[in-house]
């Protein structure tokens, strides 16, 4: 009796052990695909970095979510998905960011930021790697917009960020159109945001206490942009503010007046 226990126990031991090996073996890892639309050497180096460390683990116990919080860290690419492919495999789809702003740092380099505000790179060019500047974004406020590597600015903070946000979405093709976007407070009138607007034509759109219906006036300064000649579109102000309750959009040549109005 006590032999035929010992056989039943060690036979389900075995059973055990052998299904612990094949489920190790089924589950590990063998696998990272990672497909690229954008790329550049240096980035696909430190993706295979990152992936090739998840080689001979069971996938199971892999969380996407760790393996794209990693790359995100690590890479300035943006991942697109990770998915599971059992029994064996994972596959990242990755593809590279759109640059559209620079911050100045103050020490002569820029803060890079791609079409989501988030900070992809630090160098000292204005320059997209497809040659065109890129929207030199500032801000001149009492409470200073803090901008970090690997950052995000929260643009839907119902602030300054919100409503420079959505003036810049305003223009149909942002880095095409504009030069450079001034968010400018007044120190003795703490929430008096005016910004100032440089369209790569010349013309500058100002914005004047852009907190109150901000969109609605960005949107009256471009309907006024459209209708200039060529000629009046390379100089002079756009002056959008609120007049006895309607928003309007004036423009004029004269800076003591745009200064005054």
Not at 51 to 56: C, D
Not at 130 to 139: A, K, Q, T, Y
Not at 167 to 183: G, N, Y
């Amino acid at each position: 009796m006590k032999h035929a226990r010992l056989v039943i126990i060690l036979s389900v031991l075995t059973t055990l052990a052998f299904a612990a090996m094949i489920f190790h073996v089924v589950f590990t890892v063998r696998d990272v695909n990672a497909y690229y639309s954008v790329y550049t050497d240096d980035e696909v180096a430190k993706v295979e970095e990152v992936l090739s460390s998840y080689k001979g683990r069971n996938l199971l116990f892999v969380s996407v979510k760790d393996v794209e919080k990693r790359i995100t860290e690590e890479t300035s690419l943006k991942v697109k998905s990770v998915k599971k492919v059992y029994p064996n495999a994972i596959k990242v789809e990755l593809t590279g960011r759109q640059e559209r702003f620079a911050i100045p740092a103050g020490d002569g380099t820029y803060y890079i930021l791609d079409e989501e505000y988030s900070v992809v790179a630090k160098r000292t060019s204005l320059k997209n790697p497809d040659g065109l500047d890129n929207i030199i974004l500032s801000f001149d406020t009492i409470d200073k917009v803090e901008v970090k590597e690997k950052q995000t600015l929260n643009v839907t903070d119902g602030g300054i960020l919100e409503v420079t946000a959505n003036i810049i979405s305003s223009f149909a093709s942002p880095r095409d159109a504009l030069s450079s976007v001034t968010v400018s407070e007044r120190k003795e009138e703490k929430g008096n945001i005016t910004v100032y607007v440089t369209l790569r034509d010349g013309v500058i759109i100002e914005v004047r206490k852009a907190l109150d219906k901000g969109k609605a006036k960005i949107q009256a300064g471009i309907a006024k942009y459209n209708t200039l000649s060529d000629w009046e579109k390379t100089e002079g102000i756009i002056i959008c503010n609120e007049v006895k309750g309607e928003v309007a959009a004036t423009y004029t040549t004269h800076e003591k007046e745009s200064q005054n109005a």
